[in-house]
Nanobody, 121 residues
Framework: QVQLVESGGDLVQPGGSLRLSCAAS????????MAWYRQAPGKQRELVAS???????NYEDSVKGRFAISRDNAKNMVYLQMNSLKPEDTAVYYC???????????????WGQGIQVTVSS
């Protein structure tokens, strides 16, 4: 059981920057892999970036070199720094906490409510 609250979404011009923040509460934050997903209208959700409890990161190909995920375990926070934004980055962005176990159901997912990011002139 973990609660996630996103903030920092906004309207931004192409080429601009934005930082999303996610605050976690209700559990031991440091044991979770954290991730950012996004969903554009009419499309499926896709994984944007993830970071493990040990600090290892993974990015979707289209955001490599532009986005950076980070975490601060002492503050129970995870961030997504977005630079050189493009119109195709427009979507609702979700903060997700992931925990893996050796027993059923093997994987637990906790999702934030989502926050709108719009990239437009």
């Amino acid at each position: 059981q973990v609660q996630l609250v996103e903030s920092g979404g906004d309207l931004v011009q192409p080429g601009g920057s934005l930082r999303l923040s996610c605050a976690a509460s209700g559990t031991i934050f440091s044991i979770y892999t954290m991730a950012w997903y996004r969903q554009a209208p009419g499309k499926q959700r896709e994984l944007v970036a993830s970071i493990t409890s040990g600090g290892g990161t993974n990015y979707e190909d289209s955001v490599k070199g532009r986005f950076a995920i980070s975490r601060d375990n002492a503050k129970n926070m995870v961030y997504l720094q977005m630079n050189s934004l493009k119109p195709e980055d427009t979507a609702v962005y979700y903060c997700v906490a992931l925990k893996f176990t050796s027993t059923i159901p093997y994987r637990y997912e906790y999702w934030g409510q989502g926050i709108q990011v719009t990239v437009s002139s």
